[in-house]
C-alpha cells in the first residue's frame, strides 16, 4: 500500500511517503532560490518520495536570511525553476507557507498575537492569499499552511492566545484567522488546487492544546475544505528559547522517545477529519517500510511523512525497498541537524559527512 499510488483533489501521488518540511537554511541572503536548494530537493524526488513538502517559506517581507520566500513577485522565477525540477524527477510538491512573529535577537522579546491590531491581522491574511496565488501560478501542486510550531498562526489556535475579542475568546475565535485564510486562498485558487495544513497535535507545554482542542481545530479546518491535513507535535518556545525546550524535544523526537511516537495523535484527528475526506499525514520517528505499512494499515494515517530519514539519505526508500540496509545512511535522531537550524547553518546530516570522511581515509 505505501508505494502505491493515491489520488486526491488535483495530486496524483506515486507512493504515500511524504517529504516533511525542514528548514535548509540554503536560500540565498535575501530569500531567493538557490541552485543547492534545487539540488536537496531534485534529489528527494530522484528518490521517489511521492510528495515532497518545501520548508518553511516566508509569506511576509521581514528579515530573515536564508529563508526561502515567496512574498514578492521577485521571487517565482526561482521557485518556478525548483518546481520544474522537482517534478522533471518525477515528484509532486507542496510549499509550507510560514507567518512568524517578530523577535528581539538581542533581548528575546517576542510579538504575541494579544499584540497584533486588527489592522495587522488583515495583512497577515492578504499576505497568505497572495503568496498561495503565487505558489499555484509558479507550478506547486499544493500549499500547505503552518499553523504548528510556535509561528504566528499556531499562536492564535493555542488555548494561550488570551485575545478578548474575535481573534480569541474561544475555540471558534482563535482557529477564525485560519478558517478566514482557508476560505480567502480557496476564493483565489479555485476548487480543484490543493489547499493544506500543517497542525501540532498536542503542543506539550503547560496551558497549551492537548487533542481535545485540535480535535475540534481539525474538524473546523476540515469543514473548510482543507485537502490534506499533516500532523506535527509541540514546537512551542514558551518552555525555552527557540526549540530547545521540552515542546521542541516532541516536534523533532529524539533518541529517547519511541518510534513513531505521535501516530496516536494522526490517528485521533484522522477520526476527525475522515468524514470529510480529507487524507492525513503521520509524522514522527517514522524509520521503516514495514512502520509506514502498518501505520496505513492500521488505519492511523494516510500518508507518511519521514524528515530526518530522508535527510540523512535521499534514496532512504530505494535502499529500503531493495533490502540494501547496509547502505543506507541512517538517522540516529541526534539532532545535530537541529543544532545546525539553531545556528542558521546550512541544515545537513552528520552520518553523511562521518560515511564521507571514511571513504575519504580508505581510498
Ligand atoms: C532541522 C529541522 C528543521 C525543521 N523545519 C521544519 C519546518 O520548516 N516546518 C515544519 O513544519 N517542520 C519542520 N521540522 C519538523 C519536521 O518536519 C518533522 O516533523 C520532524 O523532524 C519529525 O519527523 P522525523 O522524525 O521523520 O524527522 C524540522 C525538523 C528539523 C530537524
Redesign the pocket.
Known amino acids: 500500500m505505501l508505494l502505491s499510488p493515491v489520488n486526491f483533489k488535483n495530486l496524483s501521488l506515486k507512493n504515500r511517503v511524504v517529504w516533511?518540511?525542514?528548514?535548509s537554511w540554503l536560500a540565498a541572503e535575501d530569500g531567493f532560490v538557490t541552485d543547492a536548494l534545487i539540488e536537496r530537493y531534485r534529489r528527494r524526488a530522484e528518490g521517489e518520495v511521492g510528495l515532497i513538502v518545501i520548508?518553511?517559506t516566508g509569506v511576509l517581507d521581514r528579515r530573515s536570511p536564508r529563508l526561502i520566500k515567496i512574498c514578492d513577485d521577485k521571487y517565482m522565477p526561482g521557485l518556478e525553476k525548483m518546481v520544474q525540477a522537482i517534478h522533471d524527477a518525477g515528484a509532486k510538491v507542496s510549499v509550507?507557507l510560514?507567518h512568524y512573529a517578530k523577535k528581539s535577537k538581542k533581548t528575546g522579546w517576542k510579538q504575541k498575537v494579544e499584540d497584533l491590531s486588527l489592522e495587522e491581522i488583515q495583512q497577515v491574511k492578504k499576505e497568505y492569499v497572495e503568496a498561495a496565488v503565487r505558489a499555484k501560478k509558479v507550478g506547486f501542486d499544493a500549499i500547505e499552511i503552518?499553523v504548528?510550531?510556535s509561528y504566528t498562526l499556531a499562536s492564535f489556535v493555542s488555548l494561550l492566545n488570551k485575545r478578548k475579542d474575535e481573534y480569541g475568546r474561544d475555540i471558534n475565535g482563535r482557529s477564525k484567522i485560519v478558517l478566514d485564510i482557508i476560505e480567502m486562498v480557496r476564493e483565489k485558487v479555485g476548487d480543484d488546487y490543493a489547499v493544506c495544513a500543517?497542525i501540532s497535535g498536542e503542543e506539550f507545554v503547560k496551558g497549551g492544546n492537548t487533542l481535545k482542542q485540535t480535535q475540534v481545530i481539525s474538524r473546523l479546518m476540515a469543514g473548510k475544505g482543507i485537502d490534506y491535513l499533516s500532523v506535527?507535535a509541540g514546537g512551542k518556545d514558551e518552555d525555552g528559547d527557540w526549540y530547545t525546550g521540552y515542546s521542541s524535544t516532541r516536534?523533532?523526537?529524539t533518541k529517547n522517545l519511541p518510534d513513531g511516537c505521535h501516530v496516536y495523535l494522526s490517528e485521533a484527528l484522522r477520526k476527525e477529519v475522515a468524514p470529510y475526506g480529507v487524507p492525513v499525514i503521520a509524522?514522527?520517528?517514522?524509520?521503516s517500510l514495514k512502520q509506514a505499512e502498518e501505520i496505513l494499515a492500521k488505519g492511523q494515517a494516510d500518508l507518511i511523512?519521514?524528515?530526518?530519514?530522508l535527510l540523512a539519505d535521499p534514496d532512504w526508500i530505494i535502499q529500503l525497498k531493495e533490502n540494501r540496509e547496509d547502505e543506507l545512511v541512517e538517522?540516529t535522531?541526534c539532532?545535530t541537524?537541529?543544532d545546525?537550524?539553531r545556528r542558521f547553518e546550512a541544515?545537513e546530516c552528520i552520518e553523511v559527512e562521518k560515511k564521507m570522511r571514511k571513504e575519504a581515509k580508505s581510498s
Open positions: 516533511l518540511p525542514i528548514v520548508e518553511a509550507q510560514i503552518h504548528a510550531h500543517r506535527s516536534s523533532m523526537p509524522s514522527g520517528k517514522i524509520n511523512g519521514v524528515c530526518r530519514p538517522c535522531y539532532n541537524c537541529l545546525r537550524d541544515v
